[in-house]
C-alpha cells in the first residue's frame, strides 16, 4: 500500500486502524474525519511528516509512529489529551516539542532510536508515565525533574552520552528496570538502595572503577557476562574495574564486598 485512498473519510466510525509495514509516505488530510479513532499503527511505512488534521483525532489512546522518517514532530500531539502509549522510536526525531510534555494521561513514551540530545524539565508533568524509553539518542543528562515520575517502571537510556545518575532518581520507588548500558557513568549514587522495587540494572560498557557498598542491600545478583543480558539483576561487563575488585562482587559474598570498603 503505498497511499491511502481520500474514502477512508467515510470511516467515521472506525477504531481500529493498522497500517504497519507499508510503503507509506504521507497521511492524507481526510484522516482527520476518522474522529472515533482510538489505536492507530503506521509503523514501518517511509512518513516524514503528520497533516495537521492529525490534530482532530482527539480519543486516540494508542499511536504508533515506529520506523518512519519523522524529523520534527509538529503541534498536531496538543489536543491528543486520551493518550496512554505513544511510539515514536526509529526515527530522525531531533527534539520533543513541549506540546508532548501535555500529554498528562500518557503511560508509555517511546523515542528510542533518534537524534534527541535534550529532556525538557517539563518532563515532570507526565506523571502518570510507567515507561520511559529513550535508548539511543545522544542525551547528556537529564532533568532532576525525572524523580517527581513516581509510577515509573522501567527507564530505559542505553546507548546515550550520560555521565551520571539523575538526581532524584531515589524517589521512583516503582522502578524495576534501569538500562544504562553503553553510557559515560563514572559513579553509582548510594541512593540507589532506595529502589527496593529494582530486578535489572544494565551497567555494562560504562566508565565505572567501583560501585557503592550500598549496592547490596538490593540484594541483586551480579554479573560481568556479555551474553547472559536477559539472565542477570546487575550487570557489569566491560567496565574499568580491576579484576580483584570484580571478583569480589561476583562472589555475591556480602561480607565480603563491605570488607572491601
Do not use: W
Request: aromatic share 6%.
Amino acid at each position: 500500500l503505498i497511499e491511502i485512498p481520500n474514502e477512508i473519510r467515510k470511516l467515521k466510525k472506525l477504531k481500529y486502524l493498522d497500517l504497519f509495514e507499508n510503503n507509506l509516505m504521507q497521511l492524507p488530510k481526510e484522516i482527520g474525519k476518522l474522529t472515533n479513532l482510538n489505536h492507530l499503527d503506521v509503523g514501518c511505512n517511509q512518513i516524514d511528516m503528520l497533516p495537521k488534521e492529525f490534530e482532530k483525532l482527539t480519543k486516540l489512546q494508542m499511536i504508533s509512529l515506529y520506523n518512519n522518517q519523522l524529523k520534527i514532530l509538529p503541534e498536531v500531539f496538543k489536543n491528543l489529551k486520551d493518550l496512554t502509549k505513544l511510539d515514536l522510536s526509529c526515527n530522525e526525531i531531533e527534539a520533543i516539542p513541549n506540546e508532548l510534555y501535555e500529554l498528562e494521561n500518557l503511560n508509555v513514551l517511546i523515542a528510542s532510536n533518534n537524534n534527541i540530545s535534550f529532556i525538557s524539565k517539563q518532563i515532570e508533568n507526565l506523571s502518570k508515565l510507567t515507561e520511559l524509553e529513550l535508548a539511543n539518542n545522544h542525551i547528556k543528562e537529564l532533568p532532576q525533574e525525572i524523580g517527581n515520575l513516581t509510577k515509573l517502571i522501567k527507564l530505559d537510556l542505553a546507548e546515550n552520552q550520560i555521565n551520571q545518575f539523575p538526581k532524584g532518581i531515589e524517589k521512583l520507588k516503582n522502578l524495576e528496570i534501569i538500562e544504562f548500558r553503553k553510557n559515560q557513568l563514572s559513579k553509582v549514587p548510594s541512593e540507589i538502595k532506595q529502589l527496593r522495587n529494582l530486578k535489572r540494572l544494565d551497567l555494562s560498557k560504562n566508565n565505572l572503577i567501583k560501585l557503592p557498598k550500598e549496592i547490596v542491600e538490593l540484594n541483586l545478583v551480579i554479573s560481568s557476562d556479555e551474553f547472559d543480558l536477559d539472565d542477570y539483576d546487575i550487570n557489569i561487563y566491560d567496565n574499568p574495574m580491576s579484576e580483584e575488585y570484580k571478583n569480589i562482587l561476583l562472589s555475591h559474598d556480602k561480607e565480603l564486598i563491605l570488607k572491601y570498603y
